[in-house]
């Protein structure tokens, strides 16, 4: 059975005029509120006291947008690939591909196509050059690839879609059409061009766009860029940013993220966990924005919680050792 969160199906699935009707028959829809005109702010308060019975609590989560609001991605996956096919073409066209690095024999890539492990693809230059010149409705920069995910199943993705402000959603409505109709196009491209594609059906495509960097919260403690790049140790560390990433030029590979960058400034009883917590862009951003240091606030800010529900007190109230020991006791690394 198919299933949205509540704030996907306000925004995506009711139209704007009917929103407050549905918010009204089913307030627990929208679990909170993002207002991103300050001078907005008034008119958000009076819209929530003509929705909820309940007091509207006073304290506001100030966060701050990332300049960088560019990069955004569409996925989706298709299965039914003739292995055997696929890796004939390739290997007599190894010359139009631009496979991982490691993989640099021809042969060898064939073999691993035709035994169906794990393997990227990106290139086909020539072959989309070819489809263009025929009248095949491709975009000519665009670079073609996938990543066959095993048994003839294949992910296929578009980054950097388009220079709009995901927050708004012009911006985001525009980066899904397209994103939709370039991974479209390259689906219809394969069938058409790639021997061993023909066959290929879509899966699925993904329910949302991949942002990667948006707003974030202004916390007890900012992560600087120099934090990072000097690998800096502090007391109040819940767990480690990411080893390495090819956005990152780190000497020392990881720093620590401290309790502070996860605790919105004046407020109690909320924690915030993943790529929203207070880090300076670029490089301390990048240093906890991939999915392990996710997980690992996340693990935090539970931990945490728990811990500040137990004792019924605010996390700020907390000693540190208890977190950092329960932490260890889950196997976290600080
Ligand atoms: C294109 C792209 C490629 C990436 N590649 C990599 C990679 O190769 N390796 C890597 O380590 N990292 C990668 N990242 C980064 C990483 O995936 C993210 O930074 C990380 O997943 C963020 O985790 P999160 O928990 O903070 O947020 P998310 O994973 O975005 O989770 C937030 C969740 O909250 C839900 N949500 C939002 N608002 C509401 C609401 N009001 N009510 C209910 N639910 C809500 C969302 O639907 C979502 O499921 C990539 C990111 C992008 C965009």
Redesign the pocket.
């Known amino acids: 059975m198919p299933a949205v969160?509540?704030?996907?199906y306000l925004t995506q699935g009711v139209a704007a005029g009917q929103r407050a009707a549905a918010l009204k028959a089913a307030p627990d829809v929208?679990?909170?509120v993002v207002v991103t005109d300050p001078d907005a702010l008034d008119r958000a308060y009076e819209a929530l006291a003509d929705l909820v019975d309940d007091e509207i609590p006073e304290a506001l989560v100030n966060a701050e947008v990332s300049e960088r609001l560019n990069?955004l991605?569409m996925r989706l996956q298709a299965q039914g690939m003739d292995l055997d096919r696929l890796a004939d073409f390739l290997r007599a066209n190894f010359d139009d591909l631009a496979p991982h690095p490691e993989e640099r024999d021809a042969e060898r890539f064939a073999q691993r196509v035709r035994r169906g492990e794990v393997f990227g693809l990106i290139g086909l230059r020539r072959l989309a050059r070819r489809a263009i010149e025929e009248g095949f409705p491709l975009e000519p920069e665009q670079r073609f690839g996938f990543l066959h995910l095993g048994g003839g199943r294949c992910l296929l993705?578009r980054?950097n879609l388009a220079r709009v402000d995901p927050l708004s959603p012009e911006g985001r409505s525009a980066a899904y059409r397209l994103g939709r109709r370039r991974l479209h196009a390259a689906v219809a491209f394969y069938r058409r061009y790639l021997p061993g594609m023909e066959r290929l059906q879509l899966l699925d495509t993904a329910p949302?766009l991949?942002?990667?960097e948006t707003r974030r919260i202004l916390g007890d403690y900012r992560l600087t860029n120099a934090d990072v790049l000097a690998s800096r140790r502090f007391p109040d560390v819940v767990c480690r940013s990411?080893g390495h990433?090819s956005h990152l030029d780190l000497r020392d590979g990881v720093c620590d993220i401290p309790l502070g960058a996860l605790l919105p400034q004046g407020v109690e009883h909320l924690l915030v966990?993943?790529?929203?917590i207070f880090a300076e862009t670029p490089t301390a951003f990048d240093a906890i924005?991939?999915?392990?240091p996710?997980i690992g606030t996340?693990q935090a800010a539970g931990v945490v919680a728990a811990l500040a529900a137990q004792a019924r007190v605010a996390p700020r109230q907390l000693d540190i050792a208890a977190i950092q020991a329960e932490l260890l006791r889950q196997g976290g690394i600080l």
């Open positions: 969160a509540g704030y996907a929208a679990a909170g990069d991605a993705w980054n949302a991949g942002v990667r990411a990433d966990a993943g790529r929203a924005r991939g999915v392990v996710c996340g």
